[in-house]
C-alpha cells in the first residue's frame, strides 16, 4: 500500500522545496512578505491579483480578509512535514502591517502550495528571490498615509471558570482617510485559535 508518508518522502526526494517560514515586516514605503524555503526555492513561483482565493483541490472559496488579494502559487513545493504537521506554522496568520493584513494557506497538495493574501488596498508589487536562506520576497507598496488605531483583543477564557476573560490593547495601522473601515478590517483579520499575529 501506497502511504502519505512514502509520498512525501518520494516528492522531496524529487527536488520538492519545503516552507518552513512566513514573515512580513513594514518598510518606508512598502510592506516586505517573506516565504522562506529549506534546501532550493520552488521550481516556479507566481503572484497574481484575483477577485477570490480558491481552495486547492476542493475548489470552495476560502475567507481572506482585506479590500483585495494576492495568489500566491509555488510548484514543485510542499508546506508540511512527514508526519503531515505543518512546517511553517499557522495555516492562517493576521498581520500589524499598513497592507498586508492576512496570510491565508489555500492548498498543499500535490507538490503544490497556494497563499492568498489579503491587503488592505489593491497596490503594485513586485517579486524577488535571496540566498542563503531560500527566500521568495513579495513588496507591495503603501503609499497611503495611515494612523495608529486600538483594537481590544479577547484572550480565550474557560466558559464557568470563574475569571473575568483577558483583554490584550494592540495597536494597528489603518488609512488616515478611512480609518473605521481600516480598523474593522483588522478586527475581523484577527487570527483563530490555529493562528498567528505578527
Given at each position: 500500500?501506497?502511504?502519505?508518508?512514502a509520498a512525501t518522502?518520494?516528492?522531496?526526494?524529487?527536488?520538492?522545496?519545503?516552507?518552513?517560514?512566513?514573515?512580513?515586516?513594514?518598510?518606508?514605503?512598502?510592506?516586505?512578505?517573506?516565504?522562506?524555503?529549506?534546501?532550493?526555492?520552488?521550481?516556479?513561483?507566481?503572484?497574481?491579483?484575483?477577485?477570490?482565493?480558491?481552495?486547492?483541490?476542493?475548489?470552495?472559496?476560502?475567507?481572506?480578509?482585506?479590500?483585495?488579494?494576492?495568489?500566491?502559487?509555488?510548484?514543485?513545493?510542499?508546506?508540511?512535514?512527514?508526519?503531515?504537521?505543518?512546517?511553517?506554522?499557522?495555516?492562517?496568520?493576521?498581520?500589524?502591517?499598513?497592507?498586508?493584513?492576512?496570510?491565508?494557506?489555500?492548498?498543499?497538495?500535490?507538490?503544490?502550495?497556494?497563499?492568498?493574501?489579503?491587503?488592505a488596498r489593491r497596490?503594485?508589487?513586485?517579486?524577488?528571490?535571496?540566498?542563503?536562506?531560500?527566500?521568495?520576497?513579495?513588496?507591495?507598496?503603501?503609499?497611503?498615509?495611515?494612523?495608529?488605531?486600538?483594537?481590544?483583543?479577547?484572550?480565550?477564557?474557560?466558559?464557568?471558570?470563574?475569571?473575568?476573560?483577558?483583554?490584550?490593547?494592540?495597536?494597528?495601522?489603518?488609512?488616515?482617510?478611512?480609518?473605521?473601515?481600516?480598523?474593522?478590517?483588522?478586527?475581523?483579520?484577527?487570527?483563530?485559535?490555529?493562528?498567528?499575529?505578527?
Amino acid at each position: 500500500m501506497f502511504s502519505a508518508r512514502a509520498a512525501t518522502r518520494s516528492l522531496a526526494s524529487a527536488g520538492q522545496a519545503t516552507l518552513v517560514a512566513i514573515s512580513a515586516e513594514h518598510h518606508t514605503g512598502y510592506d516586505r512578505l517573506i516565504f522562506q524555503f529549506s534546501g532550493k526555492l520552488p521550481a516556479h513561483r507566481s503572484v497574481r491579483n484575483v477577485s477570490r482565493v480558491v481552495a486547492d483541490p476542493s475548489g470552495e472559496a476560502v475567507p481572506v480578509d482585506g479590500s483585495a488579494r494576492l495568489l500566491v502559487r509555488f510548484r514543485a513545493a510542499t508546506g508540511h512535514k512527514a508526519n503531515g504537521q505543518s512546517s511553517y506554522g499557522p495555516a492562517r496568520r493576521a498581520f500589524a502591517l499598513p497592507g498586508v493584513i492576512q496570510v491565508v494557506n489555500a492548498g498543499d497538495a500535490d507538490g503544490v502550495l497556494r497563499f492568498g493574501i489579503g491587503l488592505a488596498r489593491r497596490q503594485r508589487f513586485k517579486v524577488f528571490t535571496l540566498a542563503n536562506p531560500s527566500r521568495f520576497v513579495i513588496d507591495i507598496s503603501t503609499p497611503f498615509r495611515t494612523a495608529p488605531v486600538r483594537d481590544d483583543l479577547l484572550g480565550s477564557c474557560q466558559v464557568g471558570d470563574g475569571r473575568p476573560p483577558h483583554v490584550h490593547a494592540v495597536s494597528r495601522l489603518a488609512f488616515l482617510s478611512a480609518t473605521a473601515v481600516g480598523a474593522l478590517q483588522r478586527r475581523y483579520a484577527r487570527p483563530g485559535r490555529d493562528a498567528a499575529v505578527g
